[in-house]
Each structure stands twice: as C-alpha cells, then as structure tokens.
C-alpha cells in the first residue's frame, strides 16, 4: 500500500500539477463552489459519484487548503461521506481527518520547498506557508 505522501506525489507527477481543482478535474471529480454557514467544504459520495463542495467565500489560501484536504478524503476515503469543519477539522485527531490533512499538505508543500527553507521553525513555516503549525509539522513527520 502506498503512503500518503507517495500518493499525493503521484498525482502531482501523473497531472503536472499540485492544484487540487485541477487534479479533481482530472479526475472526473465534480466540485461544486457554494456558501455554507459553518462548513468550509465536503466530500460526499453518492451513487458511485464523488462531489466536493467548497465554501466559495474562502479566502485563496484556505480554499486550496480545504480542497487539497476534501480531494484527500475523496482519494484516500473514497466512500466515506467528510465535512470539514472551519477551524475545526484540522485539530481533529480521527484517522481519516489525519490522513486527509496529511495529503493536503504533501500534495500543497513541496520537498523542494522544505529544503530551501530547512534551518526555519515550525513557526517560521507555518508564516511562509500560511498554514497552522500543526499542519507543517504534519509534513514534516
């Protein structure tokens, strides 16, 4: 069984891209931008079709965060219907929210990138990034 990380490393290689919406669209996986009140996107499956939906009033940054983590869900997960949860889902400590946010930041960070700046902080990551800490100190394991 693959890793997480070669997964997203896969995707990456086979489309040319990290862009989660344009891998999805690759795929055939159909996203669908919309308001939400308390969700910042999801993943469902239903009758054999994957649809994400993303709350269209992200800002930039966090919208590519929530579409590489659903876009985790639909590849890792692929039957298994997951909501995230603004602020919520990425301090979650179930498997499947772990392994989602494991993708989205594998698929959004470069190896490339960790080592141009590897003598930098979590902290000092994060800033760059413009993720959590948890969250770059999840690609880093």
């Not at 308001?35 to 499956?45: E, R």
């Not at 079709?49 to 930039?60: G, Q, W």
């Amino acid at each position: 069984m693959k890793s997480i990380k070669q997964t997203a490393d896969y995707y990456k290689r086979k489309f040319g891209t990290s862009n989660p919406f344009e891998i999805a669209e690759f795929l055939n996986i159909e996203v669908i931008l919309d308001s939400f009140d308390k969700c910042s996107g999801c993943y469902l499956f239903i009758k054999n079709h994957r649809c994400i939906f993303i709350n269209k009033n992200l800002e930039h940054k966090d919208k590519m965060l929530v579409m590489a983590h659903e876009l985790g869900h639909a590849l890792l997960h692929r039957k298994q219907n997951c909501y995230f949860i603004r602020n919520k889902t990425h301090l979650l400590s179930s498997r499947i929210e772990r392994e989602a946010n494991r993708f989205a930041v594998c698929l959004l960070i470069e190896d490339s990138e960790l080592e141009e700046y590897k003598d930098r902080t979590i902290s000092e990551l994060a800033s760059i990034f413009g993720l959590e800490p948890e969250l770059v100190e999840l690609r880093m394991r």
